[in-house]
């Protein structure tokens, strides 16, 4: 089983070592790697061709303008020729050696369409010091309707799923990822695995994760995302999601 692993770059010189040596460290080498550059002006494209020899045919690397992060993404897809894709952002990198190997051997003994499991964040500061756990355990398929979803990063998915369902809808600002989730597993109903291992170590700061300006488009994505895919829904039960995440950092 071949795994396709896409990173959307751009000026991404700063944190894309991290992620470039991450994946290089893992134990399991079935996998292709697909950059997809948006044109960075800054050494992030010098920096991963310094890279490229020790990838060498297992690389796959594009530089052209294109529409955001998700669009990046849906390019990487279409790159993509293993059989089942995830991500791994810029700015991140993977937790331990071993996160490959244990996503594959999670395809390999069960009949499952998808796996993910927890993430944890860090400070650029001090990568090693975690400020907040992000665990997907209490993770339910019903949940969805709350606005609570797995751990993205953390997601892996077999081609054929996307190819029935779907990538990203581009039109999303900031929360195009939750309603892909919401297709594939809420409306598609596939056959997932929760795996308690934290996959991805990622920096705080992101699109997802920064300031109240972005709390409220995130609220304003996910009633549309649930309204298109006919999921009742409102502000409210959306608000609860912020309860739990005051009881996993107070417990964590």
């Keep these: 089983m071949k795994i396709s692993i896409i990173t959307a770059t751009y000026n991404s010189g700063k944190t894309v070592r991290d992620t470039l040596e991450s994946v290089l460290r893992q134990t399991f080498s079935d996998y292709e790697y697909i950059i997809k550059d948006g044109g960075s002006k800054d050494d992030t494209l010098e920096i991963v061709k310094n890279y490229a020899p020790k990838f060498g045919e297992r690389l796959k690397v594009i530089s052209e303008p294109d529409q955001g992060i998700y669009d990046a993404m849906n390019k990487g897809f279409q790159m993509a020729t293993g059989d089942v894709i995830g991500i791994l952002n810029s700015d991140d990198f993977y937790t331990s050696d071993d996160a490959l190997q244990v996503i594959a051997d999670a395809f390999a003994n069960n009949d499952i369409d998808a796996t993910y499991g927890d ?111 006919g999921i009742y829904s409102n502000v409210f039960l959306l608000s609860l999601r912020y309860i739990y995440k005051v009881y996993e950092l107070v417990r964590r």
Aim: with cysteine; aromatic share 14%; hydrophobic share 35%.
């Design 119 to 229: 993430i944890h964040f860090v400070n650029d500061d001090d990568l090693s010091k975690r400020v907040r756990y992000y665990s997907s355990a209490v993770f339910r398929r019903s949940f969805m309707r709350f606005g609570l979803m797995p751990a993205h990063p953390s997601f892996y998915c077999k081609k054929a799923v996307y190819e029935k369902y779907g990538a990203f809808d581009t039109s999303y600002k900031v929360a195009a990822d939750f309603e892909n989730l919401l297709r594939i597993i809420y409306v598609g109903n596939i056959k997932t695995k929760y795996i308690p291992k934290d996959f991805v170590t990622m920096r705080t700061g992101g699109a997802s994760t920064a300031g109240l300006s972005s709390r409220t488009q995130i609220m304003k994505d996910h009633l549309r995302a649930l309204k298109t895919n």
